[in-house]
């Protein structure tokens, strides 16, 4: 049974090889990279002197390696992940939620491109109700000990139906993969976990049989380890700022770990690896290749703004209306990072302008939570709020636009208080008609608005629907319609 780790660095020593002895099994881990691959490469240095001094280094990566946000990911189907962990000699291999948000299509080109074990036991087809040709479990034998590894990929199934593909409940699926294994044919259980550190953890106390669970998503920095009951579990934060290095020490007479010792290794302590780099200067180029093929010639700036109302961002708003049914649309600035200049625009710019997997989403809302934003969102203190996370990839909140069909009225004499409001909005008409504060409009916005991130009164769950597309390719199809259309503010200053 585990004990407490130890004091000080990892033993990264050979295991014993005496049938009775003792056994060292070293895992190295990373997870919830985000295509930080700088970070990556900083951290293959160190991965390559523990390689030289360990022999059988399970090295294991648990999601969330392929952000496509990244244009060396977009532009190669995330093939540059599977190249940058072949290249570091990684073993096995999860699927994270930002990878099932890429579709099936990118995760058969990883899964193809990966060298070692590509793992998920709970990723379905949605249409066919059929299991994804992937593989749930591996039994291999490393060091003369048996391991059963198992895959865990977490359930967003809101997002995942958009690309016809469904995560069944990871506790479900866990027991019935491991019902599969009798316990005679392996010496130790790992979980490779995309499901967070509260639900490792609540797996853990469902199946005591579990040995380790080396986990992500939660982006959590556990040091020392959690040890819940006699399993332990790991997991390195986010964005390649650490990787891990957990040693176990398993007896084959009584077939327990008997000790563990852990350490955490900062990226920022090491220099770029050469071979790392050299991969991403090649894939660098063949995503610029193929990104850069000119979509359309844009014949004038679309100018863009975090404070000010602005063509690109209104612009969006006017294509958001056009993908539902609605009464108006609104976004905010921040999901934009930057204008669009006159000449061609290629996939590779709409990417750099919005690299966030955000998803046009219809929602009903009250007019007072509309009222309430537009006022937030004459404040700098929103338009310059910094927000991470939860598919944002952008740096400022910004303000909001509306679409064409809306117009606000408003004081330019702001209070000394920014937290004094209530007169700075004067009237927002819909159509012509007063906004009723107390009416449910039907509205299009982003998956991120609608969650009431930055602008909490925002937040609904009232008959949403989202569409597959990210806001990018909604750019891509909307601007060559509207991009003749002269601009016409929306807020106008009383």
């Not at 979980?191 to 986990?215: E, N, Y």
């Not at 982006?219 to 990787?243: S, Y």
């Not at 302008?353 to 537009?374: C, D």
Request: hydrophobic fraction near 35%; charge should be negative; aromatic fraction near 8%.
């Amino acid at each position: 049974m585990p004990t407490p780790p130890s004091e000080g660095s990892p033993s990264i020593s050979s295991p014993l090889l005496s049938k009775n002895s003792t056994k060292s099994l070293t895992f190295l881990y990373i997870n919830d990279l985000h295509s930080r691959y700088e970070n990556f490469s900083r951290s293959a240095t160190a991965i390559r002197s523990i390689r030289a001094n360990t022999p059988d280094l399970v090295i294991v990566d648990t999601g969330d390696n392929a952000d496509f946000m990244r244009m060396e990911v977009e532009g190669t189907q995330g093939e540059i992940s599977s190249a940058l962990l072949n290249d570091i000699g990684c073993n096995f291999r999860v699927i994270g939620n930002n990878e099932g948000f890429s579709g099936l299509s990118n995760i058969r080109r990883m899964q193809e491109t990966f060298k070692g074990d590509f793992l998920t036991s709970n990723l379905y087809d949605f249409k066919t109700k059929e299991q994804i040709i992937i593989p749930s479990a591996v039994v291999r034998t490393i060091a003369g000990v048996r391991i059963l590894f198992i895959g865990l990929t977490g359930p967003y199934n809101t997002f995942y139906h958009l690309y016809d593909l469904h995560v069944k409940d990871p506790m479900e699926e866990f027991g019935r993969v491991v019902a599969e294994y009798p316990p005679t044919d392996y010496d130790l259980l790992v979980v490779l976990s995309h499901l967070g550190i509260d639900s490792d953890t609540a797996l853990a106390q469902q199946f005591p049989v579990i040995d380790i669970v080396i986990g992500a998503h939660s982006h959590t920095l556990l040091h020392p380890p959690r040890v819940v009951d006699d399993t332990i579990i790991v997991q390195a934060g986010e964005f390649g700022n650490h990787c891990g290095v957990l040693t176990v020490k398993w007896n084959p007479t009584t077939h327990e770990i008997t000790n563990h010792t852990h350490d955490l290794i900062s990226s920022a302590e090491y220099s770029p690896d050469p071979s790392c780099e050299q991969i991403l200067a090649k894939y660098h180029d063949r995503a610029v290749a193929f990104l850069e093929t000119p979509l359309f010639e844009l014949p004038g700036a679309l100018n863009h703004s975090f404070s000010e109302e602005n063509a690109l961002t209104n612009l969006l708003a006017d294509a958001l209306l056009t993908v539902f049914p609605a009464d108006f649309a609104f976004i905010n600035s921040g999901i934009l990072e930057k204008s669009l200049e006159p000449g061609p625009v290629s996939q590779m710019a709409l990417l750099e302008v919005s690299p966030s997997p955000l998803n046009p989403t219809r929602v009903e809302i009250l007019g007072h939570q509309l009222l309430k934003a537009l006022e937030n969102s004459l404040q700098a203190s929103y338009q310059q709020l910094e927000l991470k996370g939860d598919g944002f990839r952008g740096r400022y909140l910004g303000n909001l636009a509306v679409s064409a069909n809306v117009q606000v009225r408003y004081s330019s004499d702001l209070t000394s208080s920014e937290s004094s409001t209530s007169h700075m909005i004067r009237e927002v008409a819909i159509n012509g008609q007063p906004i009723d504060p107390d009416r449910m409009y039907v509205v299009v916005t982003s998956d991120h608005l609608q969650r009431g991130n930055g602008y909490t009164c925002l937040k609904s769950v009232k008959r949403v629907q989202y569409d597959p597309r990210f806001m990018r390719h909604l750019l891509a199809d909307a601007i060559p319609t509207f991009m003749t259309t002269p601009f016409t503010p929306r807020f106008l200053i009383d």
